[in-house]
Nanobody, 123 residues
Framework: QVQLVESGGGLVQAGGSLRLSCAASGRTLSYYNMAWFRQAPGKERAFVGAVSRSGGLTYYADSVKGRFTISRDNAKNTVYLQMNSLKPEDTALYYC????????????????WGQGTQVTVSS
């Protein structure tokens, strides 16, 4: 129903910033709640943040509150993750995900996933 492609990852020093993008094709993006997840080597996938269909509601993992901002531009079929004050523990493969259920979605409610983009934060 929808295809997702992440971009914008890279190598950055601690304290720096990156903005990730998730471009969608197929079904209109506004149908979906959107979220970002991340997975570090040897660890389980972890929730980062989510944004509602209209962009008016967001929630975040405690580990990124005040540093990360999730937003969306439905006209451009794109979701963003602005990451500021990056820490080495933010190093992970970051995934964009889409879910068609209600708000707020549980972690299991995301049915479509991108391929991931790597973020590496050096100390």
């Amino acid at each position: 129903q929808v295809q997702l492609v992440e971009s914008g990852g890279g190598l950055v020093q601690a304290g720096g910033s990156l903005r990730l993008s998730c471009a969608a094709s197929g079904r209109t993006l506004s149908y979906y709640n959107m979220a970002w997840f991340r997975q570090a080597p040897g660890k389980e996938r972890a929730f980062v943040g989510a944004v509602s269909r209209s962009g008016g509601l967001t929630y975040y993992a405690d580990s990124v509150k005040g540093r990360f901002t999730i937003s969306r531009d439905n006209a451009k079929n794109t979701v963003y993750l602005q990451m500021n004050s990056l820490k080495p523990e933010d190093t992970a493969l970051y995934y964009c995900a889409a879910g068609g259920g209600g708000w707020p979605p549980p972690s299991a409610a995301y049915d479509y996933w991108g391929q991931g983009t790597q973020v590496t934060v050096s100390s």
